[in-house]
């Protein structure tokens, strides 16, 4: 049984950081949830788990390629949760080419532009994919989509879209896919409501998230076909930043259909 100390947990635990994930194009899923869509998805390349989490996720354990069990100890040296559950995979990584994804003419898309906070990131991620979305973009020095907290925050769906890391300038490309972009702002010219009465959200649409703290960077702004802000009627300051790409991603799902 693994220990913290045997070389295949040693490193395991170096894909904590994102330059050894980079380097070696994988990463951690933790938990079944996210270790059964990683398998799904057929990019499990080991399941590392406690005996009890082996056997209490037995359907996982005989659909992994490679099964390693380790102590409870081991375990927890690979998770970042207080309360593990059991089992991490060892996963390759899944992003593809910018060119790859809008090839396949994506009706939605979500571009997070050098959004830092994970938790953000991947909530958006799990939204995109609920809403329909083809394709997440994480543009310019934006988190890391393999992040152990986006990836748990993803809850499973960052194997279910065409997940992109691309640089900041990504908008011609967009536009010269088809996609009018829209740029979210607290101060936008249009708002939701207004584009969704007016039918313009039916046509193929990537939205542009940015920073909670900074919002958008202005060249970002500037160049896309709208800025679009969600409209507060409350007495609210503002919306978190998840909770406004579900508004705008779910009115562009709803005019789509």
């Not at 993803?154 to 900041?168: K, N, T």
């Not at 920073?211 to 076909?225: K, M, N, R, T, Y």
């Not at 009627?233 to 562009?252: D, H, I, P």
Request: charged letters at 20%.
């Amino acid at each position: 049984m693994f220990t913290p100390r045997t070389p295949r947990i040693v490193a395991a635990r170096r894909l904590q950081r994102r330059r050894d994930r980079d380097q070696a194009r994988r990463f951690l899923a933790e938990g079944p949830q996210a270790v059964r869509e990683a398998l799904a998805a057929g990019v499990v390349l080991e399941l590392f788990g406690t005996p009890a989490g082996l056997e209490r996720h037995a359907d996982l354990t005989a659909q992994a390629p490679e099964v390693s069990p380790v102590t409870e100890e081991a375990l927890e040296a690979l998770t970042e949760t207080v309360h593990p559950q059991g089992l991490v995979a060892l996963c390759e990584q899944v992003d593809v080419p910018i060119g790859e994804a809008l090839a396949k003419q994506p009706q939605l898309v979500a571009v997070v532009a050098e959004i830092r906070d994970p938790g953000n990131a991947g909530t958006i991620l799990r939204t995109a994919d609920a809403a329909g979305a083809s394709a997440v973009i994480f543009a310019g020095d934006a988190v890391d989509p393999y992040n152990g907290k986006c990836v748990r925050a993803s809850a499973g769906s960052l194997f279910h879209v065409d997940v992109v890391r691309a640089p900041l300038d990504v908008l011609d490309l967009l536009q010269a896919s088809g996609l009018q972009v829209l740029a979210t702002s607290g101060t936008g010219d249009d708002d939701v409501d207004s584009l969704l009465d007016g039918g313009l959200l039916g046509a193929p649409t990537a939205w542009l998230f940015g920073s909670e703290a900074h919002g958008l960077p202005a060249e970002l702004l500037q160049a896309a076909d709208r800025r679009v802000r969600v409209p507060i009627y409350g007495g609210a300051e503002s919306l978190n930043l998840a909770a406004a790409a579900a508004v705008c991603l779910y009115a562009s799902a709803r005019a789509q259909r």
